[in-house]
T-cell receptor, first 111, second 111 residues
Framework: ETGVTQSPTHLIKTRGQQVTLRCSSQSGHNTVSWYQQALGQGPQFIFQYYREEENGRGNFPPRFSGLQFPNYSSELNVNALELDDSALYLC??????????FGSGTRLTVV | TQLLEQSPQFLSIQEGENLTVYCNSSSVFSSLQWYRQEPGEGPVLLVTVVTGGEVKKLKRLTFQFGDARKDSSLHITAAQPGDTGLYLCAGHQTGANNLFFGTGTRLTVIP
């Protein structure tokens, strides 16, 4: 059973650019959630995908968008990057509320 | 507005001491989870509690869910340097698909 894999592990982008982060969910998990974790804080919910449809969204602007593919892998896209978007982006997969597994995250730095 | 408040925010203790971390909210949660996160990694699930008043033990760690399902505590007995990390509580609310994370408690156990 493989865990949740995220890529890349680190990324540096310039303000105004666009970024795509990727996540391969754990085998058997059909739900993927994305979280943003700023330095020294707890993760904040961005959105969730279930069977390729958005299934809930947190308080993030529309320039944060996502996709889920038939194999349940997922992408997080952020347009028009701002300095405050610098954070650790976490992907979590689950098949029910008890079984959530997090990836190691992508550390995004916007300069 | 943070739904779950953790205290203390930082804790530095000597090896062998006991400690308690608190997770409080004015809202009710259908379940509550505790995670430990190490630098550069995603949160790792320690335990899930679902019933008011529930107590779960994991070796030297004892987790309790409040009777009203609004709060929880994590007690560590005889702390060891390997317990060092960021402890996060996170809850599910009925009707919501995501986890609401607490503010985190950064624990350092000094050898």
């Amino acid at each position: 059973e493989t865990g949740v894999t995220q890529s890349p592990t680190h990324l540096i982008k310039t303000r105004g650019q666009q970024v795509t982060l990727r996540c391969s969910s754990q085998s058997g998990h059909n739900t993927v959630s994305w979280y943003q974790q700023a330095l020294g804080q707890g993760p904040q919910f961005i959105f969730q995908y279930y069977r390729e449809e958005e299934n809930g969204r947190g308080n993030f602007p529309p320039r944060f968008s996502g996709l889920q593919f038939p194999n349940y892998s997922s992408e997080l896209n952020v347009n028009a990057l701002e300095l405050d978007d610098s954070a650790l982006y976490l992907c979590a997969s689950s098949s029910d509320r008890v079984g959530t597994t997090f990836g190691s995250g992508t550390r995004l730095t916007v300069v | 507005t943070q739904l779950l408040e953790q205290s203390p925010q930082f804790l530095s203790i000597q090896e062998g001491e006991n400690l308690t971390v608190y997770c409080n909210s004015s809202s009710v949660f259908s379940s509550l989870q505790w995670y430990r996160q190490e630098p550069g990694e995603g949160p790792v699930l320690l335990v899930t509690v679902v019933t008011g008043g529930e107590v779960k033990k994991l070796k030297r760690l004892t987790f309790q869910f409040g009777d009203a399902r609004k709060d929880s505590s994590l007690h560590i007995t005889a702390a060891q340097p390997g317990d060092t990390g960021l402890y996060l509580c996170a809850g599910h609310q009925t009707g919501a698909n995501n986890l609401f994370f607490g503010t985190g408690t950064r624990l350092t156990v000094i050898p």
